[in-house]
């Protein structure tokens, strides 16, 4: 087929509007109204908008519009006027959801030197950019003082405070409200699912380990709910679907949310796994869909615990394991209570993250990547 000429067809409520590129584009009306980027319709000094939509009848039509080359102009009836270039709207186009690697079965997470990380906007936003893409990252030679997770905000962002402590200390300890206070083994978990936000990131940053056993374990959830997605379409629906409650609690705090253990997004992309086998409570035995939640739980459970889907290591003094924490379940092996084992963690928002690097690229930082 012929590349169709630069025009302008209307339809009701829409322009079809084919760009000298080649490209088409759809527009609807009050989308063309509501985005006209000119001084009035914007705070010039903020870029934010200023136009309200409600200000025009909503069945608005432009009066005139023209296409010249990449320059479309349209004359709303009041005399405003707006104009558009096609290079502009096919940018928007190109506006896509972040993606993810999926981990194999050799993943070790990529480690970065934690001074490094602090000082040189090149190795952040390397480091920055792996974090996005497999949710697992570890600083090495960090401090091993206590609260040394707090100089980790200039790149990540002010702590994300909950209940309990700022900077939480995972030691043994008798009178501890976590089986993490234990020598026990921990199984994949993420922090706080007795939150409807729960933290989205958490630092994990091993002070000490002197004590025999331990070893982390990480496993990439979102990998691990695709694989039951593509098997198991109908246990994949009803962990969307079936709220579950969670609470972690102690003698002055109290946290407890209801909610599906998946959440994907208006698009069906999956953006968080919530899980916690310690922290989840009883479910309502005559709640409908029990059945099913628990049949899928059990599959759920079974594909975590496979060992081609997480990663394990030993984290020495120094270390901080920083995770995406709505995607990827961290755990522990048990250990021996008899040398020092002293961990501190600290949870912050992957939004402020994310953010980080596009700041970092609009100075011009593009990592060695
Ligand atoms: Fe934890
Ligand atoms: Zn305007």
Redesign the pocket.
């Known amino acids: 087929m012929s590349r169709p000429d630069a025009s302008l067809l209307r339809h009701r409520d829409a322009l079809e509007v084919h760009w000298p590129s080649g490209q088409a584009s759809h527009l609807h009306f009050l989308w063309l109204r509501d985005n006209c980027s000119c001084e009035e319709c914007r705070v010039i000094q903020t870029s934010e908008k200023r136009f309200m939509i409600s200000d025009v009848p909503v069945d608005i039509a432009p009066l005139a519009m023209s296409l010249d080359g990449d320059r479309l102009v349209l004359v709303w009836p009041d005399g405003h006027e707006t104009v558009y270039t096609g290079t502009d709207i096919e940018a928007l186009h190109a506006v896509g959801p972040g993606s993810w690697t999926p981990w194999d079965s050799k993943f070790f997470p990529a480690r970065y030197p934690f001074r490094a990380f602090l000082e040189a906007d090149s190795v952040a936003s390397d480091a920055i950019t792996e974090f996005l893409d497999k949710g697992a990252i570890i600083l090495q030679q960090a401090p091993t003082q206590p609260g040394t997770l707090e100089s980790l905000s200039p790149r990540l962002g002010p702590i994300r405070e909950v209940l309990f402590a700022r900077i939480h200390d995972v030691q043994v300890d008798p009178g501890g409200y976590n089986v993490?206070h234990t020598p026990n083994a921990?199984p994949p978990?993420?922090?706080f699912a007795s939150y409807s936000w729960p933290p989205s990131v958490?630092a994990l940053h091993m002070l000490v380990n002197e004590a025999a056993g331990g070893e982390s374990i990480i496993v990439d959830g979102w990998n691990v709910l695709s694989t039951l997605r593509e098997c198991h379409p109908g246990h994949f629906r009803a962990l969307c679907e079936q709220p579950v409650p969670f609470r972690e609690f102690d003698d002055d705090n109290e946290t407890f949310a209801v909610a599906p253990l998946v959440r994907c997004d208006a698009d069906g992309t999956i953006v968080s796994l919530r899980f916690s086998n310690q922290l989840m409570q009883v479910l309502d035995p005559g709640a409908p869909g029990v059945g099913e939640f628990y049949r899928a739980y059990h599959a759920l459970c079974g594909l975590l615990a496979a060992n081609d889907v997480k990663a394990r290591f030993r984290l020495g003094g120094g270390d901080i394991l920083i995770l995406a924490a709505h995607r990827v379940l961290?755990g522990r092996e048990a250990f021996e209570a008899v040398g020092r084992r002293h961990l501190q963690?600290a949870y912050f928002e992957l939004d402020n993250i994310r953010n980080h690097l596009v700041v970092l690229k609009r100075k011009g930082v593009y990592g060695s990547g």
């Open positions: 993490a921990l978990h993420n922090d958490q961290h963690d």
